[in-house]
């Protein structure tokens, strides 16, 4: 849907409004002249009418001959009868008398609006008034107005209203977009605001201002982020803390497989190798079968151990952050001879925090199973960039498969939510974008100060 700023819809209002309004106004203009000109031509049938019943009166008393009837000497002098035609018929339907006054002498309005007046109006119309005497009928006054006059007369107006009309829209836009650019900058700070939100500056807040409605949404704005706030806080105190007991369960669980069933294994081996050269003295035939005993033991023994380095890495404390990132990838390695990742590591791994190792080996274990799932990549590399200064870690995990868009790859079942989620927890941010090899590129940035519950988690 295409959008219209705010301050543009109003000020095309406000213009839709004002041609509407002359529109309107123009109409009542010409309807009032055209009224005002036969108003005009009425009068003056009356005036007319009244001065030839006096001549009338004259001609019955003998004092006033019926050759200087009627006399418009009268008329001539005054000037109530600008702009239209005074006529005397005969009753044979001569003209005895004319007269016309005021006529316009030059058409200063354009085609258009004659046309549009005579399509409207009829400045044409004639009034009528009969006139009679004692013995006889003496005629017919008409007086019509000039079809020029009129026009000219409702020209005037309705310039004068258009001028009027075009001056006040053009200051009243000017008032309104002063006004809005004013009352729609809080709007501007609060969209700026909002931008820094969703890109996860959630300390921002909106500024006040002297309206009351933008006061409102500003508070309102404001109470509904540091609400945000706190219950994302206290959602990654939450996930640190579910790490932490998921950490702590998995040390207990690797300490009973070690002592328990490592032991246990360990005496069964030893167990099938006594057996084994008692039985190849005493009973041959039972050699194979104890020899198998001890091959399933070994082999059991080193299930266990795997899933002792899944489950925590039991040199972690021992050998550090890098040594175990090593162990990790070469084991991938091994165990994908199609496929090779490189490591590349800068920094001092004796600055990255117990819990923040932890987690990124869980990060990277969980990315290189989702290149063996669900990219079909040959090629992958793990770099690992520690900074001192800023007292951050850099992790980024790219690969050379097939992506088609990272934003839709963040749902559950490949892993990268539950990423996304141990990066919040440790504080850290999670971009996820095409790499230069072609297919997806994992990168995390993670705080390396110290985290409490570190004791706890290990």
Same mark, same amino acid.
């Given at each position: 849907?295409?959008?219209?700023?705010?301050?543009w819809?109003?000020?095309?209002?406000?213009?839709?409004?004002?041609?509407?309004?002359?529109?309107?106004?123009?109409?009542?203009?010409?309807?009032?002249?055209?009224?005002?000109?036969?108003?005009h031509?009425?009068?003056?049938?009356?005036?007319?009418?009244?001065?030839?019943?006096?001549?009338?009166?004259?001609?019955?008393?003998?004092?006033?001959?019926?050759g200087?009837?009627?006399?418009?000497?009268?008329?001539?002098?005054?000037?109530?009868?600008?702009?239209?035609?005074?006529?005397?018929?005969?009753?044979?339907?001569?003209?005895?008398?004319?007269?016309c006054?005021?006529?316009?002498?030059?058409?200063? $309005?354009?085609?258009?609006?004659?046309?549009?007046?005579?399509?409207l109006?009829?400045?044409?119309?004639?009034?009528?008034?009969?006139l009679?005497?004692?013995?006889q009928?003496?005629?017919?006054?008409?007086?019509?107005?000039?079809?020029?006059?009129?026009?000219?007369?409702?020209?005037?107006?309705?310039?004068?209203?258009?001028?009027?009309?075009?001056?006040?829209?053009?200051?009243?836009?000017?008032?309104?977009?002063?006004?809005?650019h $004013?009352?729609?900058?809080?709007?501007?700070?609060?969209?700026?605001?909002?931008?820094?939100?969703?890109?996860?500056?959630?300390?921002?807040?909106?500024?006040?201002?002297?309206?009351?409605?933008?006061?409102?949404?500003?508070?309102?704005?404001?109470?509904?982020?540091?609400?945000?706030?706190?219950?994302?806080?206290?959602?990654?105190? @939450?996930? @640190?803390?579910?790490?932490?007991?998921?950490?702590?369960?998995?040390?207990?669980?690797?300490?009973e497989?070690?002592?328990?069933?490592?032991?246990?294994?360990?005496?069964?081996?030893?167990?099938?190798?006594?057996?084994?050269?008692?039985?190849?003295?005493?009973?041959?035939?039972?050699s194979?079968?104890?020899?198998?005993?001890?091959?399933?033991?070994?082999?059991?023994?080193?299930?266990?151990?795997?899933?002792?380095?899944?489950?925590?890495?039991?040199?972690?404390?021992?050998?550090?952050?890098l040594?175990?990132?090593?162990?990790?990838?070469?084991?991938w390695?091994?165990?994908?001879?199609?496929?090779?990742?490189?490591?590349?590591?800068?920094?001092?791994?004796?600055?990255?925090?117990?819990p923040?190792?932890?987690n990124?080996?869980?990060?990277?274990?969980?990315?290189?199973?989702?290149?063996?799932?669900?990219?079909?990549?040959?090629?992958?590399?793990v770099?690992?960039?520690?900074?001192?200064?800023?007292?951050?870690?850099?992790?980024?995990?790219?690969?050379?498969?097939?992506?088609?868009?990272?934003?839709?790859?963040?749902?559950?079942?490949?892993?990268?939510?539950?990423?996304?989620?141990?990066?919040?927890?440790?504080?850290?941010e999670?971009?996820?974008?095409?790499?230069?090899?072609?297919g997806?590129?994992?990168?995390?940035?993670?705080?390396?100060?110290?985290?409490?519950?570190?004791?706890?988690a290990?």
């Open positions: 849907m295409k959008t219209i700023r705010l301050n819809l109003l000020v095309i209002m406000v213009l839709f409004s004002g041609m509407a309004a002359l529109v309107i106004s123009a109409a009542l203009a010409l309807y009032d002249s055209d009224s005002s000109s036969r108003k031509a009425e009068d003056v049938t009356q005036i007319v009418k009244k001065q030839l019943d006096w001549q009338v009166l004259k001609l019955d008393n003998q004092i006033m001959s019926r200087h009837f009627p006399d418009f000497f009268l008329w001539k002098r005054g000037n109530s009868f600008s702009g239209l035609c005074v006529i005397f018929e005969t009753p044979d339907g001569e003209v005895a008398r004319s007269l006054s005021g006529e316009a002498t030059e058409e200063v $309005w354009p085609a258009w609006f004659s046309d549009l007046y005579l399509l109006f009829d400045p044409d119309m004639e009034v009528h008034q009969a009679h005497s004692k013995a009928f003496e005629g017919v006054i008409k007086v019509a107005p000039s079809t020029d006059a009129v026009l000219f007369n409702a020209w005037q107006k309705i310039s004068s209203l258009m001028s009027f009309a075009v001056l006040t829209v053009l200051i009243l836009c000017v008032i309104l977009v002063a006004s809005l $004013w009352v729609l900058r809080p709007v501007r700070n609060t969209q700026q605001t909002l931008k820094e939100m969703r890109c996860g500056n959630l300390d921002a807040r909106v500024a006040d201002c002297r309206i009351y409605e933008w006061q409102e949404t500003a508070a309102a704005i404001n109470k509904l982020a540091s609400n945000l706030s706190e219950t994302l806080n206290e959602r990654k105190q @939450l996930s @640190l803390k579910m790490l932490h007991i998921q950490e702590n369960e998995r040390r207990h669980l690797c300490r497989l070690h002592d328990e069933l490592g032991q246990s294994l360990t005496g069964l081996r030893a167990i099938a190798c006594f057996m084994e050269s008692e039985v190849k003295e005493n009973c041959p035939q039972l194979t079968k104890v020899s198998q005993i001890s091959l399933i033991s070994q082999h059991m023994m080193e299930l266990v151990k795997g899933l002792l380095f899944r489950l925590r890495p039991a040199e972690i404390d021992e050998l550090g952050f040594e175990n990132l090593k162990l990790l990838i070469d084991s390695n091994s165990k994908h001879q199609d496929k090779h990742c490189k490591l590349v590591f800068t920094g001092c791994q004796q600055e990255v925090p117990a923040v190792a932890i990124v080996l869980r990060i990277v274990q969980e990315c290189l199973t989702n290149i063996v799932k669900h990219a079909s990549a040959n090629e992958a590399e770099s690992v960039r520690l900074d001192s200064e800023q007292e951050q870690l850099f992790l980024t995990i790219r690969d050379n498969g097939n992506l088609t868009s990272p934003e839709e790859l963040v749902k559950p079942g490949n892993g990268l939510l539950g990423i996304k989620e141990r990066v919040n927890a440790l504080n850290g999670l971009k996820l974008e095409r790499s230069a090899l072609g997806l590129k994992v990168g995390a940035v993670i705080p390396i100060q110290d985290y409490e519950g570190t004791d706890e290990h």
